[in-house]
């Protein structure tokens, strides 16, 4: 049982370039969550997901995008990295609702240069 | 909103002994509350968790207790090994909020000293 699946591991983006951080859970959960990790502090919320088709922003989403087209399925979509955006990306799953019992990927370190 | 305050921000213990980490939430409504460790490099992992309508919970060596009127609630790790070093995080779920969000509080870094 594979949990929740995030591609890439790491990655090094120039100023202004995009790209998309993959997500993919294999336990049928209906909610799905991004959270971005920076040093010393707790995680924050970008956007979350409680089911195909339904997408919510969290605390911070500036600069970032979502979609949700599968249950299993939520990229997340970096347009014009600035360099406020380094941090490491998590994406969660949950079988119920407020992020209980929710079970994380292992991360994407990604540096704006 | 809902403001979580996690203490110590780093704790070093003796192998063998316990170790406790506290947290504060503001949000008198918040009715779940979850425990986090995260290894070097990984994502977190679920260790514990309680609801509002129990004041105490063990599992094997941990256990997390929930004072409500004071609105903390604590971690307790007993006779600790080396393998209980990590990043221990706090979280608190608050009701009547759109945003289905956990808040979490800033982690402790836990070490085990051989």
């Known amino acids: 049982n594979a949990g929740v699946t995030q591609t890439p591991k790491f990655r090094i983006l120039k100023i202004g370039q995009s790209m998309t951080l993959q997500c993919t859970q294999d336990?049928?959960?209906?909610?799905m969550y991004w959270y971005r990790q920076d040093p010393g502090m707790g995680l924050k919320l970008i956007y979350y997901?409680?089911?195909?088709?339904?997408?919510d922003k969290g605390e911070v989403p500036n600069g970032y995008n979502v979609s949700r087209s599968t249950t299993e399925d939520f990229p997340l979509r970096l347009e014009l990295a600035a360099p406020s955006q380094t941090s490491v990306y998590f994406c969660?799953?949950?079988?119920?609702?407020?992020?209980?019992?929710?079970?994380f990927g292992q991360g994407t370190r990604l540096t704006v240069v | 909103g809902e403001n979580v305050e996690q203490h110590p921000s780093t704790l070093s213990v003796q192998e063998g002994d316990s170790a406790v980490i506290k947290c504060t939430y503001s949000d008198s409504a918040s009715n779940y509350f979850p425990w986090y460790k995260q290894e070097l490099g990984k994502g977190p992992q679920l260790i514990i968790d309680i609801r509002s309508n129990v004041g105490e919970k063990k599992d094997q060596r941990i256990a997390v207790t929930l004072n409500k009127t004071a609105k903390h609630f604590s971690l307790h790790i007993t006779e600790t090994q080396p393998e209980d070093s990590a990043v221990y995080f706090c979280?608190?779920?608050?009701?009547?909020?759109?945003?289905?969000?956990?808040?979490w509080g800033a982690g402790t870094k836990l070490i085990i000293k051989p």
């Open positions: 979280a608190a779920s608050p009701r009547g909020d759109s945003n289905y969000q956990l808040i």
């Open positions: 997901s409680v089911g195909a088709g339904i997408t």
């Open positions: 969660a799953s949950s079988p119920y609702d407020r992020g209980t019992e929710a079970f």
């Open positions: 336990m049928n959960h209906n909610y």
